[in-house]
């Protein structure tokens, strides 16, 4: 199953950069995986969506967590558990939402690349 792999290979990058880097690149990078993470997990959950509805879905989520930091308290579950603080985030950032974009439109290239009927993962176009 193709979603999974990309799942899991897409978390273990992500994880990777976020513990090797502290530089910037490292969290424009970690902020567009998040999207494509967010993307493969809605192309495992809803394999007949298609590749534009899982990338749509998945963005959007992104953008739901961004904008839900907005709230005070998601700062403080994220400074409490470390794992809050990987998916919620901590503080809203605009140009975030840009990065978001990316990973969901890198996302459906890999899916579009990936599910090709024949390949084994199944037709999600």
């Known amino acids: 199953m193709w979603s999974l792999g990309c799942v899991v290979v897409t978390l273990g990058v992500g994880l990777t950069v976020n513990a090797v880097s502290d530089s910037d690149i490292a969290g424009y990078v970690g902020d567009a995986l ?4 967010l993307c493969f ?6 394999p007949r969506w298609g590749v534009w509805w ?3 879905v998945g963005g959007g989520l992104s953008w739901g967590v961004e904008f839900l930091q907005l709230a005070p308290w998601v700062g403080a579950l994220g400074a409490r558990y470390p794992v809050a ?7 809203f950032n605009a140009p975030d939402l840009a990065r978001y974009v990316v990973g ?3 996302g459906a ?5 990936l599910f090709r009927p024949g390949r084994g993962g199944g037709a999600l176009v």
């Open 34 to 37: 998040y999207a494509t993470l």
């Open 41 to 46: 997990l809605v192309a495992l959950g809803f």
């Open 54 to 56: 899982s990338a749509a």
């Open 85 to 91: 603080h990987l998916v919620l985030g901590s503080t």
């Open 104 to 106: 969901a439109a890198f």
């Open 109 to 113: 290239v890999v899916q579009l690349i």
